[in-house]
């Protein structure tokens, strides 16, 4: 009898960020949950104020957003602003781009 491993949770996995702001895809089918979702935005927030600048463009990090479901996106710049109200100004393009689309969403 041959028992299969138990899944590692999400939280405890570690998250290819680079990987995936380079390709600017998300494996199908990893965000599975609106949990998992946040989990994953509030560890990206802390990717992109941790790595050097150049890391990674505004393009890459917008692409990878935009695969995000609305809700998670409107999350990744509160957490963002949360975290680090200072670098949202670094952010403001993108913040403006997403928001305009997003704007009955601000107050949920």
Known sequence: MTSQPEPIPFAAQAIP??????SGQLPEGYL??????????????????????????MAQLSKLLEQLEPKAQVFFFKRLKETSPECLKD???LYYGFMN?????LFT
């Open 17 to 22: 960020f680079a990987e995936f702001l380079d």
């Open 32 to 57: 599975a949950s609106e949990y998992v979702a946040e989990q994953f935005v509030e560890r990206l927030v802390h990717y992109i104020l941790s790595v050097h600048t150049g890391s990674y463009t």
């Open 91 to 93: 952010f403001a393009p």
């Open 101 to 105: 689309e997003f704007d009955s969403l």
